[in-house]
C-alpha cells in the first residue's frame, strides 16, 4: 500500500493503490481545503515534494486551475484531480482550512428517468436523509464505476428545496462520456452513492435587485433550480432568461418556461439558437451573447445581478460583454467548472 507523507502536519497515512487522493485527506483529517472537487476552482491546490509522477498524469482542466491561481504546476497538484499509485510526500497546500469537516455522503435511489430531448435526460433521485438541504445554484458529486478506479463528475440539481426527500439532474448524453453514459442508463430502484451539496454558484436571496439569466445547454440545470424557488417563494423581483442552444431539436423545458409565464408575472424568457432549420425556426438566431448585445443596456447594470452557466467561452464571451455594459464583476455569477 503506498504511503502518503503530509508534511504540513507531519503524518503518514496508507492508500490503497488507485484509492481517489481526496478520499485519503478526508479519511486522515488532513487541513486540505476543497470547494468544487472538479478541479476548476483551484482551492485544494497543494505543493508536492516527492513522487508527482505517482499521482498520474496531468489533465488540461488541472494545469488551466493552477495556472489561472498563479501556481507552477510542476510544483503544484490538485488532490480532488488525482488516484494514489505510489509513495507521496506533500508540502503545504496553498489554502489550509481547519479539521473535523463534516463529509456529506448520501445514499439514493433513481425514481425516475425521462428524456428531454434526443441527448439529454432528468434524472429524479430519491434521498432519506432529513438534513438533506442545499441552495439553488449547488452541485452533487457522483462516484462512477470505472475499471481500475472509480471517477467523479458533478452535476447541478436542478429542482427548488422546497422537496427534502428528491432532487433532480439534468444530463447530456457525451459519445465516449463515462459520466454521463453511466448516468444515462441509470433506471428506477438504482441505488448509488452521491456527495455533497456544493459549490457557490447560488441564488443572492437576500438581494432586492433585477436578476438576469443567462444558460446555454445543460447550463439551464441550476438556473432551473433557482427559478423555481424563486417561484415557490412568490418573489416580486423582475427575472429574464436568456437560453441558447444550437438546433431546434437540441431544446428543453420550453413548456415549462411557458407555465413559469403564467404563474410568474415578473418572469421573461428569450431562446435563441446558432444552427436552426429556418423552416422550422422563427425566433432569434444567433448566440446568447447576442441577446446581451440586444437587450442588455449600461442602465441595466446599476440595479441587475447576472447568473451564468454554460461552457467555458460562453461565460468568458458574456463577462467581457457585461463589463463592457458597466457591470461590475461582484454583481456576475457563474459556476467555476467548466
Known sequence: MPNIKFGHENKIVKADHGEWLYDVVQRANIGIPFSCKAGACGTCATEVL???????????????????????????????????????????PFLEREKGTKLSKHQVIVESYRPLNGTVAE??????????????????????????????RSYSIST???????????????????????????????????????????????????????????GMAPIKSMLMHLLDNKSSRKVRLFFGNRHETDLFYTDLFRGLKANYPEFEYDMILSSPNPNKWSGYIGRVTDLIEQKITEKDSENTEVYLCGGQKMIEDCKQILEEKKFPDASIHHENFF
Open 123 to 152: 434524472i429524479r433521485f430519491f434521498i432519506e436523509n432529513p438534513e438533506f438541504d442545499f441552495h439553488p445554484g449547488q452541485y452533487m458529486i457522483f462516484r462512477i464505476p470505472h475499471p481500475g478506479q472509480a471517477i467523479h
Open 50 to 92: 516527492e513522487g508527482n509522477d505517482n499521482l498520474g498524469d496531468q489533465s488540461a482542466r488541472e494545469v488551466r486551475a493552477l495556472n489561472s491561481a498563479n501556481l507552477d504546476p510542476k510544483i503544484y497538484r490538485l488532490p480532488c484531480l488525482c488516484d494514489v499509485h505510489g509513495d507521496v510526500v506533500f508540502g503545504k
Open 160 to 218: 427548488p428545496p422546497s422537496d427534502k426527500s428528491h432532487f433532480e439532474i439534468c444530463v447530456r448524453s457525451v459519445a465516449g462520456g463515462h459520466g454521463s453514459n453511466y448516468v444515462h442508463r441509470l433506471r428506477t430502484g438504482n441505488q448509488l452513492e452521491v456527495e455533497g451539496p456544493f459549490g457557490d454558484f447560488v441564488l443572492q436571496e437576500n438581494s432586492k435587485k433585477q436578476i438576469l439569466m443567462i444558460a446555454t445547454g445543460t
